[in-house]
């Protein structure tokens, strides 16, 4: 079965860098367009980072542009999000994410990033 399984979240300061990974298992990655989503307590979750199935193609939320960079390993089965320069507003819970072209959205588990002093 289809399963995403993000990891690299955890406590950083501000000005400070992470990297998230997805690991993907049980359909074709290498077919299908991956995403980042993220969701801050009380918010509601928003898009982040996109990329193409073959990685020519990304997108960000203003937010985060210049600061992010998504990209993809299809050999391994992996979609990656760096993130530098973090702020205390990209706090947040990380999902990746991708849809089936039936129509069907597929979340991972998500991991935490916390941006503290």
């Known amino acids: 079965q289809v399963q995403l399984v993000e990891s690299g979240g955890g406590l950083v300061q501000p000005g400070g860098s992470l990297r998230l990974s997805c690991a993907a298992s049980g359909f074709p990655f290498s077919s299908y367009a991956m995403n980042w989503y993220r969701q801050a307590p009380g918010k509601e979750r928003e898009l982040v980072a996109v990329?193409?199935?073959?990685?020519?193609?990304?997108n960000y939320a203003g937010s985060v542009k210049g600061r992010f960079t998504i990209s993809r390993d299809n050999a391994k089965n992996t979609v990656y999000l760096q993130m530098n320069s973090l702020k205390p507003e990209d706090t947040a819970v990380y999902y990746c994410?991708?849809?089936?072209?039936?129509?069907?959205?597929?979340w991972g588990q998500g991991t935490q990033v916390t941006v503290s002093s």
């Open positions: 994410h991708f849809r089936r072209i039936t129509g069907s959205d597929y």
């Open positions: 990329i193409g199935n073959v990685g020519g193609f990304t």
